[in-house]
């Protein structure tokens, strides 16, 4: 096949649960599933590779989840926050010092440290920020600012680089950032436009071996990046808006998306092998 070429990957329904906004898939083995987040619905899930679901209300709209030392992270409108699977209860580590905006998007480094960004609850001012927050110490600390809507954060560990975009319409770029040492990113250098591609960039992962794949919202897209920035991947997905993919064990991707009148809004999954090494 064309490194180009289009293909199609086979999503189906995980589970039956809807979100009005599906965001922020994550792998927790302790939990043998699936943790994702419904920003529009205020909920917090967690799905088996059965597909059992379990959903909980968050106090506010969250942004991101992640899986960090054993532990389920949540980012809203007022801070970060750890959720307590026997209570169901969220403790908030670190507060934002701003208000009118929630988080966003998220990815853990090697560290186990969470990068995360922020965004306008309306959407409409460039005060977005990207923090770097350290559950060992609760600290949270803005390392680069100026976003509309920050997203495909990632990670790549060979290349030691942040991957970031900002996927408002005016916009659509990626960059990367080099990690100088554990608490500086060098400068913002572009990874790609998304200026003549199918939807605008989303929500990211990187792969084992450096690919860099992401959600092409509004284009029913999901692409996949080699690590010098060129598509090698077109995979036409069945829901307009997807958001964000996340790794499972044994081969398993799942992709998360609106809401809509066909499969939007829940887990999807596929489970094509040789496609994508781990991450």
């Known amino acids: 096949m064309d490194q180009t070429a289009e293909d199609t990957l086979v999503f189906e329904p995980l589970t039956d649960t809807r979100a009005i906004l599906g965001e922020s898939p994550v792998w927790s083995p302790l939990d043998n599933g699936f943790w994702w987040i419904d920003i529009g619905g205020r909920k917090l899930m967690r799905t088996e590779l059965t597909g059992k679901t379990a959903a909980w209300g968050t106090p506010e709209m969250p942004g991101f989840v992640q899986y960090v030392a054993k532990q389920i992270i949540v980012g809203m409108e007022s801070g970060v926050f750890a ?3 026997k209570t169901g209860e969220f403790e908030r580590l670190a507060a934002l010092p701003e208000t009118g905006v929630r988080f966003n998007d998220a990815c853990t480094d090697a560290m186990g440290r969470i990068w995360a960004g922020t965004m306008d609850l309306d959407n409409q001012r460039d005060n977005g920020v990207l923090y ?10 803005p390392k680069l600012e100026g976003f509309r809507t920050i997203n495909g954060l990632a990670m790549d560990e060979d290349h030691i680089r942040l991957f970031v975009s900002d996927s408002h319409p ?3 770029t990626v960059w990367t950032c080099k990690l ?12 790609t436009s998304f200026e003549l591609l199918d939807g605008r960039p989303d929500g990211a992962v990187v792969d ?14 999901l692409y996949r990046f080699s690590p010098d920035g060129q598509v090698s991947r077109r995979h036409k997905v069945p829901v307009m808006k997807p958001t964000k993919p996340a790794f499972g064990p044994d081969g398993v991707m799942v ?12 887990l999807l999954v596929t489970r094509r092998r040789r496609t994508f090494p781990p991450a």
């Open 255 to 266: 992709l998360t998306s609106f809401k809509d009148d066909h499969l939007g809004g829940r």
């Open 83 to 85: 959720f307590h699977r």
């Open 180 to 191: 100088l040492d554990e608490f500086s990113l060098g400068r913002r250098e572009l990874f």
């Open 132 to 141: 770097l927050f350290d559950i060992a110490t609760a600290s949270l600390v």
């Open 170 to 172: 005016s916009l659509q």
């Open 208 to 221: 084992a071996k450096g690919h860099y794949w992401i959600a092409g919202v509004d284009g029913a897209m």
